[in-house]
């Protein structure tokens, strides 16, 4: 590694404009994936560390953004791995900020992430990583397929498949309307 290695003035503001545009979308995917903002804080700084070791092969990546999700991605799964494999915990799906709403209101919408957090848990590995990649760190299903070196096909077939899995154990029926 580099560590030794001081970055120039151009390789320092890459790495700012970088952590201010893209740091957010890291540490979004990263929460999902541990639930925790402890953790996440520190595979974010990580994920930052390793891209001043290795600057010269970011500076050369045609997308910067997708260079710093997979490193953020592989600290994800070796972090992961080492507690317990092939389960990835991913945190609340999506949080949008809501206007004033009731009590009751906010413990409905609760309860209603909670479920939707416990079912994207419960999704096969290969579709939950669809999931987060898309909802958390708002990659699009191409981003997705390059990130994870599947075709694009595959990536939306992922989906699909979340998406009906989902439906079916939150009790959504189709997209059309009909139950299931």
Do not use: W
Request: proline share 5%; with cysteine.
């Amino acid at each position: 590694m580099e560590r030794c290695r001081t970055l120039n003035a151009d390789e320092r503001a890459l790495l700012e404009l970088l952590l201010h545009e893209v740091g957010p979308r890291v540490f979004a995917y990263v929460r999902k994936a541990f639930g925790n903002r402890v953790e996440a804080e520190d595979v974010l700084a990580e994920t930052f560390a390793r891209a001043a070791d290795n600057i010269r092969p970011l500076r050369a990546h045609a997308r910067p953004d997708l260079y710093l999700i997979a490193i953020a991605r592989n600290l994800c799964l070796d972090t992961l791995r080492r507690r317990q494999p092939d389960r990835i915990s991913d945190g609340q799906a999506c949080r949008i900020p809501t206007p004033e709403i009731s009590p009751h209101e906010q413990t409905a919408a609760r309860e209603e992430r909670r479920r939707l957090r416990d079912a994207v848990a419960e999704l096969p590995s290969i579709q939950r990583e669809v999931v987060v990649l898309r909802l958390s760190a708002e990659l699009k299903f191409e981003e997705i397929a390059e990130l994870l070196s599947i075709p694009l096909g595959t990536a939306l077939s992922r989906m699909n498949a979340a998406t009906v899995r989902l439906r079916k154990e939150l009790g959504y029926g189709h997209a059309c309307g009909k139950a299931c």
